[in-house]
């Protein structure tokens, strides 16, 4: 569907938005770009395989963005996702094992993945608490989970309301809903509950990089660590052993 044809904004963290924007997931320029940037942080902290067969969750993983990031690195990966056009992309952008799942009940049986990523999604849910569960619920002992977000925060809302989702790159306007943001101490407890202790930092785009990209002079951006976690920050624990 083309730009012109797309229809009206939708309400705000309508899932159908996505069926809506499903050409847009591989644009290196269009609407889901800075979702490609945050996909290259991520894999950047995800741990080598310890194991022979060991396996990546990948919850919701959207059109397969972390596939390329993770081939060659020895992990069976596996993604879910509730749209049914980014599981089709997915597939057809080299995740071969991809699941269609609501993230509040993942169609995963307990303690079977390695690491589990869950990557810009905590900020959609209805229940962070029941979220966090199942990602813990499938993540074995001694795995680790790693998760980037949106702080609630009023910085964050003016940052990704009010300035992402009006420039090149950032959002698209409406994706999110400002009153599902993550609570950064909830976040942590939630995790702990599940004998996670989790890690956060700050995360931002490179200032430079950001200005070459907008001038055409590079094809992505690179996150870097920010000394804050009030707008995006990366969260990384180990589950306990019993």
Same mark, same amino acid.
């Given at each position: 569907?083309?730009?012109?044809?797309?229809?009206?904004?939708?309400?705000?963290?309508?899932?159908?938005?996505?069926?809506?924007?499903?050409?847009?997931?591989?644009?290196?320029?269009?609407?889901?770009?800075?979702?490609?940037?945050?996909?290259?942080?991520?894999?950047?902290?995800?741990?080598?395989?310890?194991?022979?067969?060991?396996?990546?969750?990948?919850?919701?993983?959207?059109?397969?963005?972390?596939?390329?990031?993770?081939?060659?690195?020895?992990?069976?990966?596996?993604?879910?996702?509730?749209?049914?056009?980014?599981? +089709?992309? =997915?597939? @057809? /952008?080299?995740?071969?094992?991809? $699941?269609?799942? #609501?993230?509040? %009940? !993942?169609?995963?049986?307990?303690?079977?993945?390695?690491?589990?990523?869950?990557?810009?999604?905590?900020?959609?849910?209805?229940?962070?608490?029941?979220?966090?569960?199942?990602?813990?619920?499938?993540?074995?002992?001694?795995?680790?989970?790693?998760?980037?977000?949106?702080?609630?925060?009023?910085?964050?809302?003016?940052?990704?309301?009010?300035?992402?989702?009006?420039?090149? +790159?950032? =959002?698209? @306007? /409406?994706?999110?809903?400002?009153? $599902?943001?993550? #609570?950064?101490? %909830? !976040?942590?407890?939630?995790?702990?509950?599940?004998?996670?202790?989790?890690?956060?930092?700050?995360?931002?785009?490179?200032?430079?990089?950001?200005?070459?990209?907008?001038?055409?002079?590079?094809?992505?951006?690179?996150?870097?660590?920010?000394?804050?976690?009030?707008?995006?920050?990366?969260?990384?624990?180990?589950?306990?052993?019993?």
């Amino acid at each position: 569907m083309s730009q012109r044809e797309r229809p009206g904004p939708r309400p705000r963290n309508d899932p159908t938005q996505y069926e809506d924007l499903a050409d847009q997931w591989w644009e290196p320029r269009g609407a889901f770009a800075m979702l490609h940037w945050l996909a290259a942080a991520r894999a950047a902290i995800i741990p080598p395989p310890t194991r022979p067969g060991a396996v990546l969750v990948d919850v919701g993983c959207g059109g397969g963005l972390l596939a390329p990031r993770l081939s060659g690195a020895g992990y069976a990966h596996v993604g879910v996702d509730l749209s049914p056009s980014a599981v +089709g992309i =997915a597939r @057809r /952008h080299g995740l071969r094992h991809v $699941l269609r799942g #609501d993230v509040h %009940a !993942l169609p995963l049986s307990a303690e079977t993945a390695d690491v589990v990523a869950a990557g810009e999604i905590l900020e959609h849910v209805a229940d962070l608490s029941l979220v966090v569960g199942e990602c813990c619920r499938v993540l074995r002992p001694g795995g680790t989970l790693i998760i980037d977000t949106i702080a609630d925060t009023r910085l964050a809302r003016a940052v990704a309301i009010g300035i992402a989702e009006r420039v090149p +790159g950032g =959002a698209p @306007r /409406h994706l999110h809903d400002p009153a $599902l943001f993550v #609570d950064r101490k %909830a !976040l942590a407890t939630a995790c702990a509950r599940h004998g996670v202790r989790l890690r956060l930092r700050g995360l931002r785009p490179h200032a430079g990089d950001a200005a070459r990209w907008l001038a055409g002079l590079r094809p992505d951006v690179r996150m870097v660590p920010a000394r804050s976690t009030s707008v995006l920050f990366q969260g990384i624990g180990v589950k306990e052993r019993a």
